[in-house]
């Protein structure tokens, strides 16, 4: 299982958290990615409602700093926000034959 957390950690108001945030992301396409990403994100404490653009390649959760931290000690592989996001998200857009 690899779930990875980019290092984008704008800062910014969302809803009521006024925090630096980040992205927590699969590189599975489809529902072993979506399954993927959600058990990490139960690890996590969040919660299913949250993700962000579900069904889609750009699928993942926002995350604060302080759990993007905890991302990291649970096994969350670090990576750049831009290409390295955008790479996986390309590779999640090719049909697998």
């Not at 009521?16 to 396409?29: A, F, I, K, Q, R």
């Not at 959760?61 to 996986?88: C, H, K, M, N, W």
Request: with cysteine; proline share 7%; net charge negative.
């Amino acid at each position: 299982m690899t779930v990875y957390v980019d290092d984008m950690q704008l800062e910014a108001v969302v809803g009521p958290v006024d925090g630096v945030w980040s992205h927590l992301l699969s590189d599975l396409p489809g529902e072993a990615g979506r399954r993927e990403l959600l058990a990490f994100a139960e690890r996590l404490g969040l919660e299913a409602r949250w993700i962000q653009n579900p069904g889609t390649p750009t699928e993942h959760f926002d995350v604060t700093e302080p759990t993007r931290q905890r991302a990291l000690e649970l096994g969350a592989v670090p990576i750049s926000y831009g290409r390295a996001v955008a790479a996986i998200t390309r590779a999640k857009r090719v049909p697998c034959s």
